[in-house]
Nanobody, 122 residues
Framework: QVQLVESGGGLVQPGGSLRLSCAAS????????IGWFRQAPGKEREGVSCISSSDNSTHHADSVKGRFTISVDNAKSTVFLLMNSLKPEDTAVYYC???????????????WGQGTQVTVSS
C-alpha cells in the first residue's frame, strides 16, 4: 500500500526557512517521480517542485526558483523540500505526491499525502 506522510510545516516569519519532509512507503522511491504541490485558500492546487529519484533531476515553478530546493534520501525513502526566503504568498497546505516521473502537472500523480500547513506571517 502506497503511503506518503508529510511533516515539517508550521508558522514562520517572512524571510525565514522551513524544511518539509515526505516519508514514502509501499513503492520504490528510487524509481519514481515525487512532487510537492501547494494549495492556498480559495486557489487551485499548483505544482511547486519535483524530483526524479532515478537521476535526481529536478524542476521548480518559476515562483519558487532560487528559493526552494528539493532533494531525496533514497535510503530513507524520504523527499525533502527546503524553503528559504519565505514570503506571505507561500502560505498554503503543502502536499507531496508520487508518480512515474518528475512533473508539475497534478494529473501525473496517482498517490497523495494528507498535507502539511505552512503559514508565513509576521
Amino acid at each position: 500500500q502506497v503511503q506518503l506522510v508529510e511533516s515539517g510545516g508550521g508558522l514562520v516569519q517572512p524571510g525565514g526557512s522551513l524544511r518539509l519532509s515526505c516519508a514514502a512507503s509501499g513503492f520504490a522511491v528510487n524509481y519514481s517521480g515525487i512532487g510537492w504541490f501547494r494549495q492556498a485558500p480559495g486557489k487551485e492546487r499548483e505544482g511547486v517542485s519535483c524530483i526524479s529519484s532515478s537521476d535526481n533531476s529536478t524542476h521548480h515553478a518559476d515562483s519558487v526558483k532560487g528559493r526552494f530546493t528539493i532533494s531525496v534520501d533514497n535510503a530513507k525513502s524520504t523527499v525533502f523540500l527546503l524553503m528559504n526566503s519565505l514570503k506571505p504568498e507561500d502560505t498554503a497546505v503543502y502536499y507531496c505526491a508520487a508518480g512515474v516521473f518528475c512533473s508539475l502537472a497534478i494529473h501525473e500523480y496517482s498517490h497523495w499525502g494528507q498535507g502539511t500547513q505552512v503559514t508565513v506571517s509576521s
